[in-house]
């Protein structure tokens, strides 16, 4: 029907002209998840103490001490703080996990785990490591994720700690290609000149090895207030993000560092305390819609020592796991085999749980069944990211998803995909 109009064709194209730049840019700057899979954690193990049968080593020590002090579904349910039904479900996956894949993300670290050594020391162990991760490569025993964080780009630091980095990355290029996984960690970041200059070191490093451009890519940890909140008032971390195009993967919340400059006194660092939720908020706005991932801190509460001591620590950090999955930090550090206990037990447990009602909103949603829940497009894209979430971390199976959604995973990664906004 021709209804009557007051704006022109004119009007409308001027519109399009005036904000076809915007458009480009959002599209550039914010091209939402690519639906990868995203590591649950990410290890840290001190340089001179990685060697190619680390994962297995950390998988063989964490089942021993299920072994030891969870048995069985009741006593894996009191630590993980779920029901024995729901263990009982997980027990299996667990044990697979531990003997199969115990580390999903490997960070070989030369920062604050490995401290000051003499240069050659550092040269030598940077030498190994390229070597020892080579023949897990070679072996087909490496973790999916696996790299390296070396020292700051601040002053007292700079050049040892790309001197370590270029020394692991040429060396470990001179076994083959380097790793689809490969992950490098820039620590303690505290402006958006470091990250511009550390992406120009990478394209430097890359036209040397005749490497595409854009082959390195790195996260930054966010250890410290300047990054969170600059001396102009801005948000850093949002500056930082967008600094090296294509190159940023992810921001990591160190805990301990940060909440040390915010003046929290040791005995309350925590990655649940209120700076530690400030400063992760702003993270997680920041790389809403741009790929980025979002990893949360650690616990430096160890499972060690008697049966009760490593029951409490299990049940602290499986809470503090459920914790950050409930606020959207799906990934986070561990620092002792024992953490991969309770860090699968409560990941496994958050995505079964949330596995039923998601699948049945979903199957509701996609086939326009009233369902009692009005949900729209974003919410669909929420449901859809749970279930491959589960998907990837090997608590969902894809026969049981696809058969309670009634739909083919590449419709559920479609969803998943979909761009916000």
Not at 92 to 110: Q, V
Not at 366 to 386: I, K
Request: aromatic share 6%; proline share 6%; hydrophobic share 40%.
């Amino acid at each position: 029907m021709d209804m009557p109009t007051t704006l022109g064709p004119h009007h409308y194209d001027r519109l399009d002209a005036r904000l076809e730049p915007w458009d480009d840019d959002l599209a550039r700057r914010y091209p939402g998840d690519d639906g990868s899979r995203q590591p649950v954690h990410t290890v840290y193990v001190p340089a001179d103490r990685y060697h190619a049968g680390l994962p297995a080593e950390w998988g063989a020590k964490a089942g021993k001490l299920l072994a030891e002090h969870a048995p069985d579904p009741a006593a894996l349910a009191a630590v993980a703080g779920i029901p024995v039904g729901l263990a009982e479900q997980i027990m299996p996956r667990l044990a697979a996990k531990l003997g199969g894949e115990p580390i999903e993300d490997l960070r070989i670290d030369f920062e604050d785990g490995y401290g000051t050594h003499p240069d050659d020391e550092e040269d030598a162990a940077a030498v190994r490591a390229a070597d020892g991760l080579a023949a897990a490569l070679a072996a087909g025993d490496a973790p999916p994720y696996v790299g390296i964080r070396f020292k700051s780009l601040e002053a007292a630091t700079r050049r040892r700690g790309i001197r370590t980095l270029d020394v692991f990355l040429t060396r470990l290029a001179t076994a083959g290609d380097l790793p689809e996984g490969l992950v490098v960690t820039l620590p303690k970041v505290t402006s958006v000149a470091q990250v511009e200059a550390f992406a120009e070191l990478c394209a430097a490093w890359e036209r040397a090895n005749g490497l595409p451009d854009g082959r390195l890519r790195f996260e930054i940890q966010i250890e410290t207030p300047q990054a969170i909140l600059g001396a102009d008032g801005t948000a850093t971390v949002a500056r930082m993000l967008h600094a090296a195009p294509g190159r940023v993967s992810g921001l990591h919340y160190g805990t301990y560092d940060y909440s040390a400059a915010c003046g929290v006194s040791a005995a309350h660092q925590s990655l649940e305390h209120p700076a530690a939720d400030h400063a992760k908020a702003v993270l997680q706005v920041a790389a809403a819609g741009t790929g980025v991932r979002v990893a949360d801190g650690s616990t430096n509460v160890l499972p060690v020592g008697d049966g009760p001591a490593v029951r409490a620590a299990w049940r602290l950090h499986a809470r503090l796991v459920r914790r950050s999955l409930e606020r959207a930090f799906y990934q986070g550090w561990d620092m002792h085999p024992g953490h991969l206990v309770t860090r699968f037990a409560a990941t496994y447990a958050f995505y079964r749980e949330g596995f039923p009602d998601a699948a049945d909103r979903l199957r509701a949603y996609l086939g326009n069944a009233d369902s009692g829940v009005l949900d729209e497009p974003a919410t669909a894209q929420a449901m859809a990211s749970l279930l491959v979430r589960g998907l990837h971390s090997g608590a969902l199976d894809e026969a049981e998803v696809t058969g309670r959604t009634g739909v083919e995973r590449t419709v559920l990664d479609r969803l998943y995909r979909r761009r916000v906004g």
